[in-house]
Nanobody, 125 residues
Framework: QVQLVESGGGLVQAGGSLRLSCAAS????????MGWFRQAPGAEREFVIG????????YYSDSVKGRFTISRDNRKNTVYLQMNSLQPEDTAVYSC??????????????????WGQGTQVTVSS
């Protein structure tokens, strides 16, 4: 059983930046592809960005490409989400996700094995 704990959410003005962290425990971190999803009020949870087990492959959603980056430190069992040029439409609960093995070409919630509890990101205009 893998536990994921996010941190770093908060309130930021449009155009600002935030960095989220997700600390994993209870499993072999390097065996999991990691990613971030988000859920805005009244909307379904959607894929944001993902990273392969060794960090060499990055998977982006079109809405964040060029603004968000993801990285991981397999020694610290932690994955990071750097969010730049934030916009009000980025407001959502951001959840860390883990998948044993490899992400498929099109990543959806059904591919996730473990979820974090989520952290709120609010972008004011």
């Amino acid at each position: 059983q893998v536990q994921l704990v996010e941190s770093g959410g908060g309130l930021v003005q449009a155009g600002g930046s935030l960095r989220l962290s997700c600390a994993a425990s209870g499993g072999t971190f390097s065996a999991y592809a990691m990613g971030w999803f988000r859920q805005a009020p009244g909307a379904e949870r959607e894929f944001v960005i993902g990273i392969s087990r060794n960090g060499y492959m990055i998977y982006y959603s079109d809405s964040v490409k060029g603004r968000f980056t993801i990285s991981r430190d397999n020694r610290k069992n932690t994955v990071y989400l750097q969010m730049n040029s934030l916009q009000p439409e980025d407001t959502a609960v951001y959840s860390c996700a883990a998948k044993s093995g490899t992400w498929p070409g099109k990543i959806t919630t059904r591919h996730v094995d473990y979820w974090g509890q989520g952290t709120q990101v609010t972008v004011s205009s």
